[in-house]
């Protein structure tokens, strides 16, 4: 009899990882989501359950970007995968590399929650929206470059009022749908203002109808937060008119069809210049109606006025004889203000110095200043004598016979005055 051979607790738990990868290498499971943790590593962990199992599940970084939208607390969800162990627990579970949701009623569900939080945080608020421009010079659509909605959007505008318009290709529904919808959102709003291509003023968001799985795109939240965030403003058409997303609750409008996202971008240029037309003939008959009107209240006015000719002729004659009364008064003010001013002049005359030097007096000076005493003199080297007819220059001499006749009587010393040229 042959001896069973010892195993180890490694070897035996990489044989049954061996035989369990081997025999469940391509699965698909079905099951509601549960225990969901989102790890620092970017892995997700979580497991799937139905009424009576467990099964511990596990989505690598790789692939947790495609599956995180799905794998939500409570979501029932089919994942796609291969079974594995892991040793260090001797426990089973299943890789997951992709992940759906398990039929409409799951979508639903989804997009419902979705929708509540998104409202709650005011994404949807209508005080947030913006105006759409009357008359935008560009237009930019986010859809496929391909196929019959950009070929309506364009034809639609052209026809109604034609416009520069920019097309940002992306795909319009699948796994990479609402990563390029979003990025073209955003990248419309990064062009710079006169930029080589030029920023649009409008965004129009488009594709045609579809099942709920093909429009499931447009209710991923990062398209929702790049509308909301969009600076343009944004104009949402996906679907029919039956059809709704979350795009259309955040959109600034939104339009049953492409096709009416076209006509809610641009007004029709006839229509335009018919109501002009109509305008401006409405205002030139207002206009005319209206000077018809004031010609006549002015013709009614002026005939209760009386004749303006003759109170303008009276007014003329009562300044004429106010001109001429006043003609006469500064006549006379100014020969009574002549004869004051000769009055005046002559007292002036009378009272000046040269009229007192007429009188037989002199003006003594040293040449600069008036000598008034005679002990200022005496301090003077020379003298000007001033009399009406001219000027005589003196040198003082000092008479000493007078001062010594007159020692002890207290008298001021006498001077003479050689008169010089």
Not at 253 to 278: D, S, Y
């Amino acid at each position: 009899m042959t001896e069973q051979p010892i195993l180890s607790v490694t070897e035996l738990s990489l044989s049954l990882k061996s035989c369990v990868e081997q025999v469940f290498n391509h699965i698909k499971v079905r099951g509601e989501v549960s225990d969901v943790k989102k790890a620092a590593s970017g892995h997700i962990y979580f497991s799937l359950k139905d009424k009576d199992s467990v099964l511990s599940a596990i989505c690598w970084k790789g692939s947790s970007r495609q599956c995180a939208g799905h794998i939500q607390e409570g979501l029932e969800i089919i994942c796609t995968g291969k079974l594995s162990t892991y040793p260090g627990r001797s426990n089973y579970q299943m890789i997951v590399e992709a992940a759906e949701l398990a039929g409409v009623g799951a979508l639903l569900k989804l997009l419902n929650e979705r929708k509540e939080k998104l409202e709650k945080e005011g994404l949807f608020d209508p005080a947030h929206k913006q105006q759409i421009p009357f008359l935008p010079d560009v237009i930019g659509v986010v859809t496929s470059p391909t196929g019959a909605v950009i070929r309506d959007i364009i034809h639609r505008v052209t026809d109604r009022f034609p416009r520069h318009i920019i097309v940002w290709p992306v795909a319009v529904q699948g796994e990479e749908c609402a990563e390029q919808v979003a990025a073209a959102v955003r990248g419309f709003n990064a062009l710079p203002e006169k930029g080589k291509i030029p920023k649009p003023d409008v965004l129009i968001v488009a594709r045609g109808g579809g099942s709920l799985e093909d429009l499931w795109g447009f209710n991923e939240e990062c398209v929702v937060r790049a509308v909301y965030d969009s600076k343009i403003p944004v104009i949402s058409a996906v679907g029919h008119e039956t059809d709704t997303t979350l795009i259309d609750f955040v959109s600034d409008l939104r339009a049953p069809t492409p096709t009416g996202a076209a006509e809610k971008a641009v007004p029709v240029r006839i229509e335009l210049f018919n109501t002009l037309n109509i305008k401006e003939n409405n205002l030139k008959s207002a206009l005319n109606q209206t000077l018809i009107e004031s010609r006549l209240k002015l013709q009614t006015l002026a005939g209760r006025f009386p004749n303006l000719n003759e109170i303008i002729q009276g007014f003329i004659q009562k300044t004429d004889d106010k001109t001429e009364r006043l003609a006469l008064a500064i006549k006379s003010y100014l020969k009574q203000y002549q004869e004051k001013t000769k009055s005046m002049a002559r007292l002036l005359q009378s009272f000046s110095y040269q009229g007192v030097l007429k009188r037989g007096f002199a003006l003594i000076s040293n040449g600069s200043k008036v000598i008034t005493s005679a002990i200022d003199a005496q301090n003077q080297s020379k003298l000007q004598v001033r009399f009406s007819d001219g000027i005589v220059n003196a040198i003082p001499l000092k008479n000493n016979k007078n001062k010594e006749k007159h020692q002890g009587q207290n008298e001021p010393d006498l001077w003479s005055y050689i008169s010089t040229k």
